[in-house]
C-alpha cells in the first residue's frame, strides 16, 4: 500500500490508510514515535498503560474523601 506525502503548515503530511490502522489498533489521538532505521521511517504507536484498581488508589486515605453535598431538586426529565 503506498501513500503520498502531503505539505501541512510548515510540516510534511501522510494519511494512514483504514486498514493499516485497524490493523495496529490506531485512532485519533494515538501517541506515536517515529524512529529512522537506515533510509526508512518507523511510526510506532505507544500503548496506554493499563492501571489496577490499587494504582488508580494509591495515596487515596479517607481524609481525601469529599463529603455529599446537596444539589437541589431533580428539574425536567433529570431522575436521582
Known amino acids: ?9 510548515n510540516s510534511l503530511a501522510i494519511r494512514i490508510p483504514r486498514a493499516i490502522a485497524e490493523q495496529v489498533h490506531v485512532t485519533e489521538g494515538t501517541d506515536i514515535t517515529f ?8 511510526i510506532t504507536p505507544q500503548k496506554r498503560k493499563k492501571y489496577t484498581l490499587d494504582e488508580l488508589l494509591e495515596g487515596m486515605t479517607p481524609d481525601k474523601f469529599h463529603p455529599e453535598f446537596e444539589t437541589g431538586n431533580a ?3 433529570e431522575d436521582w
Not at 1 to 9: D, I, L, N, R, S
Open 1 to 9: 500500500m503506498t501513500a503520498v506525502v502531503a505539505k501541512w503548515g
Open 35 to 42: 524512529t529512522v532505521s537506515g533510509n526508512s521511517i518507523v
Open 75 to 77: 428539574v425536567e426529565n
